[in-house]
């Protein structure tokens, strides 16, 4: 595992386990994001493997835990990269977002 991934995936995760599993059951959680067939985003699907690999050790992860840590990693810096303008408190962007186990709004 490169430890550059491990480093820029936990920097780009800022919800811990429990506050992404919780937001994993809202309604705007599974209201977001794009759907193939009518079943779960792909966001959603990528928050639930977010949780898996924040209860993993890192030791323990596997190649294609690394994959999807890159992956997350990039789709956060190109989302922030879209901020929308104002309050982005009850937006879609920041759903999204959440889905990927960043909150925009915390510190």
């Not at 936990?10 to 994001?33: I, Y």
Request: charged residues 35%.
């Amino acid at each position: 595992m490169a430890s550059d991934t491990y480093t820029e995936f936990k920097d780009a995760v800022n919800m811990s386990a429990s506050e992404l599993e919780k937001w994993l059951e809202t309604d705007e959680s599974r209201e977001v994001g794009q759907k193939s067939g009518g079943g779960e985003s792909v966001g959603h699907d990528s928050g639930r493997k977010i949780v898996k690999l924040l209860h993993t050790k890192k030791a323990d992860l596997s190649d294609q835990d690394e994959a999807h840590m890159r992956k997350v990693v990039g789709y956060v810096h190109r989302h922030l990269a879209q901020r929308p303008q104002g309050d982005v408190k009850d937006t879609k962007w920041r759903w999204s977002l959440m889905n990927w186990g960043h909150d925009p709004l915390k510190k």
